[in-house]
């Protein structure tokens, strides 16, 4: 039988935390979310973001721009934040238009406000071992692994997908020479032959390629930790908008061959937010950044 690993329970428990941490603090933290155009899945993570935000006593802000708004114009929007010094962090939600160069935004945005963690520099940091932003899926995934006391230590991690915001951090992170990582690291993507041959020799495999259903039970070894990071929208008669939102994990086949299996929706993306406001508290406290 199967732990299911909440990231209700786990991310309600945090949020109660940092709540506490922030009603010690002299000057709420403030974050600022920059939102360009009007993707839905977008539009609603920021609300989500937003939402968590009240919830703990962090001040925000959502900038809003219009789909057509100019890389000039953004990137002046940018250095406003970066400017402004009520502001402790601030994210840009991605994807952006394609008009516009992801990485020129990124590598604009300060370091010390960049509480997503994606900025070159706080990536190399990630990779040395120095004080970061980790950012917010991979950290999320970590707080989960800590809070279930699975043990890292020794065991085989394979990866699925190598995005620069979750597969590639996500497969340093468990390789670092710490208790809840020192895991063997195997990174898997789209170009890798024999994937199950990787994936069957797992102890933990981390899904994250963007796929629905695409990992099978016979992918999975017995007694694997499988962490679900997909959120994908596939076709459905048995909601009421039509869609619904599923993993990169065939769940219901994989579950039973599992000791612990994150569900979607409900696992990992709850997680991703605790993560934002935990860094949010790095900036507003200049851990980081001094
Ligand atoms: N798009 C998908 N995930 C994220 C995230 O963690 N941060 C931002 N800024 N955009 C995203």
Partial sequence: MYTLISGKEVSEKILEEI?????????????????????????????????ACERVGITSTLVKLRDE???????????ELNLNADI???????????????????????PAKDVDGFHPINIGKLVLNLPTYISATPYGIVQLLQHYNIVTQGKHCVV???????????????????????????????KTENLSQYTLQAD????????AHFVKADMIKEGAVVIDVGINRVPSTETK????LVGDVDF?????????ITPVPGGVG?????????????????????
């Fill in 270 to 290: 709850l997680m991703t937010i605790v993560s934002l406001l935990k860094n949010t508290l790095l900036a507003a406290k200049k851990e980081i950044y001094s």
């Fill in 241 to 244: 908008s039509g869609f619904k």
């Fill in 88 to 110: 402790d962090g601030y994210i840009v939600q991605l994807p952006l238009p394609k008009h516009i160069s992801e990485q020129k935004i990124i590598e604009t945005i300060h």
């Fill in 160 to 190: 699925i997908g190598r995005s620069n915001i979750v597969g590639t951090p996500m497969s340093i992170l468990m390789g670092k020479n710490n208790a809840h990582a020192n895991c063997t690291v195997t990174l898997c993507h789209s």
């Fill in 69 to 79: 708004t100019t890389e000039d114009i953004l990137l002046q929007k940018i250095e």
């Fill in 19 to 51: 709540k506490q941490e922030v009603a010690t603090l002299k000057k709420k933290p403030h974050l600022a979310a920059i939102l360009v155009g009007e993707d839905p899945a977008s539009q609603t993570y920021v609300n989500s973001k937003i939402k």
């Fill in 252 to 260: 219901i086949q994989v579950a039973p061959k599992c000791s612990y």
């Fill in 204 to 211: 933990i495999v981390i899904a994250a390629m963007g796929k």
